[in-house]
């Protein structure tokens, strides 16, 4: 019995993961000076689309001496599906998966020179990726450029419940690596004004699919009688990513930003990302953001919600991820800034609380539960495959998170 | 031998850019851009932990800037 659903969206998860940690452990915007110290403690919870992940994840950056500076990243999160690919095809279940990752950045004259280090782990799939990147001012510090550099490799298992007991199947194990190639430039527009640009280079070779997910397909023709397959995908993936981004400082003591994506990949998907943020201080320790994001992107190749008939074509997937859709997002931060006169060596402190709303509609997923059923149970009355309502997905995330500057 | 002199005569035009260049928004002029509320990340684990969120769900990858981190499903 399958026990979960993973796969392409098993490594996206831990390939962002991953560029994620480098993300927060590796970001000087200014590769003359080190970041400055700090600690973060973030609580989080995302619900949505039958899934509930709620986890914490620390982050400590810390200077030695004038030049260096250190950065350790630890999160978990711990997972409980019933998502609608669970829900037709699996079982739900429960996973947790922990990650630390260790950096350290070098500054010398204007450069910052940055190594790191991920190591994540989950019950079926383990991921370790090296980093690196150099960033340089030019220009009387007006300029910023940066190259980076990610390699990944990556273990597939896939999981099997044997007497109530989930174990890795001895029959299986694959690999996936993935490399990763980034330049971005940031420049200084007016005494108000900042640009950034950047564009990155993701290779994957291997496993990329899902060893769980499964598409349909119609049987024999039969309009009114469809079955279900493994997936079948390609094992290389290229894709191209260009995003620019804008903040402008407002007459008054606020702030507005703007970012705009632009994807493409080898298998065919392209999409938009565009978002819009304001940020506003209130007094001298509140400050409030909201923030709207816009997503859309169009199917994969071999994507379809439901095959002509069994063995189709040579790639086969039913991934949502890989489907047409379009997503908005919207959000709102309160921040309390504080200082404690007790801890003279705290510089400042911040309590923050972030709500967002994200809603996602599919133009070609299909609600298979009207067909296919739940966990296995047939619906009483249910429809023609290829007929059911178009899925969408709303989910409620929250964070709770604390930050301390030394 | 024309692309060596094509790449001869775009570093000249490049070195002589910048050695013209003059920074046209003095140190002293940037107090705006170093107010805490024009950093892209100004909470580094929150983005990544929303970058995450939404990178996981989508086929787009890459170029987020901010990073990722946090969690992520199905």
Redesign the interface.
């Given at each position: 019995m399958k026990a979960?659903?993973?796969g392409l969206?098993r490594f996206?998860?831990t390939?962002?993961?991953?560029?994620?940690?480098?993300?927060?452990l590796v970001?000087p915007?200014n590769a003359g000076v080190l970041p400055e110290d700090r600690a973060?403690l973030?609580y989080?919870r995302?619900d949505g689309?039958g899934?509930e992940?709620t986890?914490p994840?620390v982050?400590v950056r810390k200077s030695i001496g004038e030049h260096v500076s250190v950065a350790a990243?630890y999160?978990i999160?711990m997972?409980s599906?019933a998502?609608i690919?669970?829900e037709t095809t699996a079982s739900p279940y429960e996973d947790e998966?922990t990650q630390g990752s260790l950096s350290m950045d070098f500054l010398h004259g204007k450069s910052t020179y940055s190594i790191g280090y991920v190591n994540s782990d989950e019950s079926d799939y383990a991921a370790k990726t090296l980093f690196g990147s150099v960033s340089h001012d030019?220009?009387?510090?007006?300029t910023t450029i940066s190259f980076g550099y990610k390699e990944g490799e990556n273990e597939v298992f896939r999981n099997l419940i044997v007497d109530g007991v989930k174990i890795n199947d001895p029959a299986f194990a694959e690999e996936m690596n993935s490399k990763?190639f980034?330049v971005?430039v940031s420049q200084?527009i007016?005494?108000?004004m900042?640009l950034?640009g950047?564009?990155?280079?993701?290779t994957d070779e291997g496993f990329l699919r899902s060893p769980y997910r499964q598409v349909r397909f119609f049987v024999n023709g039969d309009p009114f009688t469809q079955d279900t397959q493994p997936e079948v995908y390609p094992n290389t993936r290229s894709?191209?990513?260009?995003?620019f981004?804008a903040?402008y400082?407002l007459p008054y003591?606020?702030?507005i930003?703007g970012?705009y994506?632009f994807?493409t990949?080898t298998?065919g998907?392209v999409?938009h990302?565009g978002e819009l943020g304001y940020?506003h201080?209130l007094g001298s320790h509140w400050?409030f953001?909201a923030r709207g994001?816009y997503?859309t992107?169009s199917k994969?190749d071999f994507y379809e919600d439901i095959f002509p008939r069994a063995d189709y074509a040579n790639f086969m997937a039913r991934d949502k991820?890989?489907a047409t859709y379009d997503?908005f997002?919207g959000?709102l931060?309160a921040?309390y800034e504080f200082k404690i006169d007790r801890f003279p060596w705290l510089a400042k402190g911040a309590l923050?609380v972030?709500y967002?709303y994200?809603t996602?509609n599919y133009d070609d997923f299909r609600d298979a539960r009207f067909s296919l059923g739940s966990f296995g149970n047939l619906p009483e009355d249910p429809l023609q495959p290829g007929t059911e309502p178009l899925y969408k997905l709303n989910a409620n995330?929250m964070?709770l998170?604390i930050?301390a500057y030394f | 031998m024309r692309i060596r002199g094509l790449i001869m005569m775009t570093l000249a035009v490049l070195s002589a850019g910048c050695s013209s260049i003059e920074p046209w928004v003095k140190p002293y002029d940037r107090e705006n851009l170093a107010d805490p509320i024009m950093s892209f990340t100004r909470a580094p684990i929150s983005q990544d932990f929303l970058d995450h969120v939404f990178e996981s769900r989508e086929g787009s990858r890459g170029a987020s800037g901010g990073g990722g981190g946090g969690c992520g499903c199905n």
């Open positions: 979960k659903q993973t969206a996206v998860i390939f962002c993961a991953v560029a994620g940690a480098a993300g927060s970001s915007a973060d973030l989080f995302y689309g899934v992940i986890g994840s982050l990243n999160y999160d997972v599906s998502s690919d669970v998966r030019m220009f009387g510090d007006l990763s980034s971005s200084i007016t005494k108000s900042i950034s950047q564009y990155e280079v993701i894709s191209n990513a260009a995003s981004r903040k400082f003591r606020a702030a930003d970012m994506r994807y990949d298998w998907v999409g990302t940020v201080p400050i953001e994001r997503y992107q994969a991820e890989l997503a997002t959000g931060t921040t923050s972030r967002d994200m996602v995330i964070q998170y930050s | -």
